[in-house]
């Protein structure tokens, strides 16, 4: 009886998990649903402005008057790490991190051992691991909680911040770490130069120059287009993990879902097979007693 009453307990409290990740999964769905369509909306205009950006700043050279295309020899960076603030997505989290602890041990090694690297994590789960794994690289707390309020005006004070910092000569390069969402089963992690302001290659290596015409003058122009459009792709980023932060939590909720199902169904095997096991025993004790009284 004891080992049924176990059995018992154990499918309970399976049923009873069951029930949270059923309700999650459909809360995640909804929040999807929302992240996917603001995501689907954004990125074209996103993708677009900025290819728009780089092929601007790939033809005019060094005639164009702007200080956010400006490559400079690296020796102060900056890591924006996006991540969620909750878990239960399963690796999302630790495939957007991977991929910014690469970039560092790659690409800014040098930068790292100098102690001339800062990281600035949007999501709790990402600021976590880097003030436990990392005592020389400092850390911008301020965003941490960006995700409870992404409009266009709030994120724009981040992305503000470090346009500000970039022309200011505090951080000769400025990465994202995020992770970009294609569908809810799907999520990619992904770092990508922010700043400077990549050119086009083709440009480049074609020798051929676009004839622009700028109406307003160029410069004047190029103050007011490029902070909006490094603000869009900025956004967009912030977007693309929203919109995976959901899609990977449904899947990992849908697949927990499907684990406890089968779980559920071993269990009831385990427990019918020990009721029957039991039921035989108070048999057999009961033939057993008849045979014992025949007997006397």
Sequence with gaps: MANLKAVRERIVSVQNTQQITKAMKMVSAAKLRRAQQAIQQMRPYANKLNEMLRNILSN?????????????????ACIVVVTSN????????TNVIKSAI????????????????????????????????YNNIHIIRDYVDLFSDLSFDNVAQVSQRLMDAFEAGEFDAVEISYGRFKNAATQFPETEQWL??????????????????????????????????????????????????????MTA????????????????????????????????????????????
């Design 60 to 76: 005019l050279g060094g005639e164009a008057n702007t200080s956010f295309g400006v490559q400079r020899p690296v020796k102060k």
């Design 86 to 93: 909750r878990g239960l997505c399963g690796a999302f989290n």
């Design 102 to 133: 690469a970039t560092i041990e790659k690409k800014y090694a040098d930068v790292h051992e100098a102690g001339n690297l800062t990281v600035l994590p949007i999501g709790k789960k990402g600021f976590d691991v880097f003030r436990k794994r």
């Design 196 to 249: 400077p302001v990549a050119k086009l290659e083709s440009a480049e290596e074609d020798g051929m120059k676009a004839d622009y015409v700028f109406e307003p003058g160029m410069n004047q122009l190029l103050e007011t287009l490029i902070p909006n459009i490094l603000q869009t792709t900025f956004q967009k980023c912030l977007l693309d993990t929203h919109a995976s932060e959901h899609g990977a939590r």
């Design 253 to 296: 909720m849908d697949k927990a879902t499907e684990n406890a199902n089968d779980l559920l169904k071993e269990l009831k095997l385990s427990y019918n097979k020990a009721r029957q096991e039991a039921i035989t025993g108070e048999i057999l004790e009961i033939v057993g007693g008849a045979a014992a009284l025949e007997s006397a």
